[in-house]
């Protein structure tokens, strides 16, 4: 099973700085054969369900401000936010879609400083 | 857009079966995974299972033991079943379309076990 690990658990950053979030997966999320990490990223508000941000590392899904942007590859991947703004409190996680058992890191929460 | 709705009993007995239904609207049940995943209050994600339309599944390890998912596609149904639940299995269940990242998600059922 791979295991995801984010970090920070939790983070405060002040309105419009940079917000910088890492994954880390156990075993690469990379496919060789379509050149894809399969890791998404998802940013959920309390009551709510998670909202998809980020798929295939690094595209972000439609509608989403192009502020919060992903990058890397294999094992280590980034979420970045890069000016916050007070709607972007939240939990974020990322999530790997390589293998079953697909599994999510544990979350980081993003406070205001 | 496709849009999932589920429903289900919220409070539970230990040793009752969670019984939860999804159903999705403006869109086609064929060619995707529908998958289950559930959040303990205050806790993190965790994938229950899935189905295809097909009919074939795939599980959890750590949950296997306990579960079934069904569809019926006619009826753009799916179905969760959990078996002899316990406190641990608290939770807010969502259903969600994995095509292969999870999107739409269900609005969340939450599901208590107390006795």
């Known amino acids: 099973d791979i295991v995801m690990t984010q970090s920070p658990d939790s983070l405060a950053v002040s309105l419009g700085e940079r917000a910088t979030i890492n994954c880390k997966s156990s075993?690469?999320?990379?496919?060789?054969?379509?050149?894809?990490?399969?890791l998404g990223w998802y940013q959920q508000k309390p009551g709510q369900p998670p909202k998809l941000l980020i798929y295939?590392?690094?595209t972000r899904e439609f509608g989403v401000p192009d502020r919060f942007s992903g990058s890397g590859s294999g094992t280590d991947f980034t979420l970045t936010i890069s000016s916050l703004q007070a709607e972007d409190v939240a939990v974020y996680y990322c999530?790997?879609?390589?293998?079953?058992?697909?599994?999510f890191g544990q979350g980081t929460k993003l406070e205001i400083k | 857009q496709v849009h999932l709705q589920q429903w289900g009993a919220g409070l539970l007995k230990p040793s009752e079966t969670l019984s939860l239904t999804c159903t999705f609207s403006?869109?086609?049940?064929?060619?995707?995974?529908w998958s289950w995943i559930r959040q303990p209050p205050g806790k993190g994600l965790e994938w229950i299972g899935e189905?295809?339309?097909?009919?074939?599944?795939s599980y959890n390890p750590s949950l296997k033991s306990r579960i079934t998912i069904s569809v019926d596609t006619s009826k753009k149904y799916l179905s969760l079943k959990l078996s002899s639940v316990t406190a641990a299995d608290t939770a807010v269940y969502y259903c969600?379309?994995?095509?292969?990242?999870?999107?739409?998600w269900g609005q969340g059922t939450l599901v208590t076990v107390s006795s």
């Open positions: 403006n869109g086609s049940f064929s060619g995707d995974y």
């Open positions: 075993q690469t999320v990379f496919y060789n054969s379509n050149n894809k990490n399969y």
């Open positions: 189905i295809k339309h097909s009919g074939s599944t």
């Open positions: 295939w590392a690094s």
């Open positions: 969600a379309r994995r095509w292969p990242w999870f999107e739409p």
């Open positions: 999530q790997q879609y390589y293998s079953s058992p697909y599994s």
